[in-house]
């Protein structure tokens, strides 16, 4: 299947996550960015070492900004049960505005077409890192990464772009 491109609308899937009462919720992409300007990063894996240290902390960091420009939405997906996604946004306390959603099985990055075959390195199907910005479910920009490169997917990158 070929990656998800700028123009293409994103196609639906149900993630998870824990909500502010610490209930696990499974949630709709399409209900969280129908009508709405949404970027959707995504990383190989929580506590990896490139995700941790720069790609979240960036979006993080960047998130005011971000929003100023329009942005109504922050999802961070990563082919991770719920569980980890919970305890790696707990690593984050000055996070305000990205959402930590879990594609514990990878249906939704196969849906995207942006699979990464890492089991040579005991990691199994993860997620190609990227960044999309997605306005009223149609990509308007799709920054993907080869392999694990982080060149392109950078909250930096989105921001000059808007």
Same mark, same amino acid.
């Given at each position: 299947? *070929?990656?998800? /491109?700028?123009? @293409?609308?994103?196609?639906?899937?149900?993630?998870?996550?824990? %909500?502010? #009462?610490?209930?696990?919720?499974?949630? &709709?992409?399409?209900?969280?960015? *129908?009508?709405?300007?949404?970027?959707?990063? *995504?990383?190989?894996?929580?506590?990896?070492?490139?995700?941790?240290?720069?790609?979240?902390?960036?979006?993080? #960091?960047?998130?005011? $900004?971000?929003? &100023?420009?329009?942005? @109504? $939405?922050?999802?961070?997906?990563?082919?991770? @049960?719920?569980?980890?996604?919970?305890?790696?946004?707990?690593? !984050?306390? %000055?996070?305000?505005?990205?959402?930590?959603?879990?594609?514990?099985?990878?249906? !939704?990055?196969?849906? =995207?077409?942006? #699979? =990464?075959?890492?089991?040579?390195?005991?990691?199994?199907?993860?997620?190609?890192?990227?960044? =999309?910005?997605? $306005?009223? =479910?149609?990509?308007?920009?799709?920054?993907? $990464?080869?392999?694990? #490169?982080?060149?392109? &997917?950078? *909250?930096?990158?989105?921001?000059? /772009?808007?």
């Amino acid at each position: 299947m *070929a990656p998800i /491109a700028v123009g @293409d609308v994103i196609p639906d899937g149900t993630l998870s996550h824990f %909500d502010e #009462e610490d209930q696990l919720q499974s949630v &709709s992409i399409h209900s969280l960015a *129908a009508g709405k300007k949404v970027i959707i990063f *995504a990383v190989p894996g929580a506590f990896t070492p490139t995700c941790s240290m720069k790609h979240v902390p960036g979006f993080i #960091e960047k998130s005011d $900004e971000l929003k &100023s420009k329009g942005v @109504d $939405e922050i999802l961070c997906i990563s082919v991770n @049960d719920p569980f980890v996604m919970k305890a790696w946004a707990k690593t !984050y306390p %000055d996070n305000k505005h990205v959402k930590f959603l879990a594609d514990g099985s990878g249906k !939704y990055t196969v849906s =995207l077409g942006l #699979e =990464l075959d890492l089991s040579e390195k005991g990691l199994g199907t993860r997620s190609r890192r990227f960044a =999309l910005l997605v $306005e009223d =479910l149609k990509v308007t920009i799709a920054n993907l $990464e080869s392999g694990g #490169e982080f060149t392109v &997917s950078s *909250a930096e990158d989105i921001l000059k /772009a808007l």
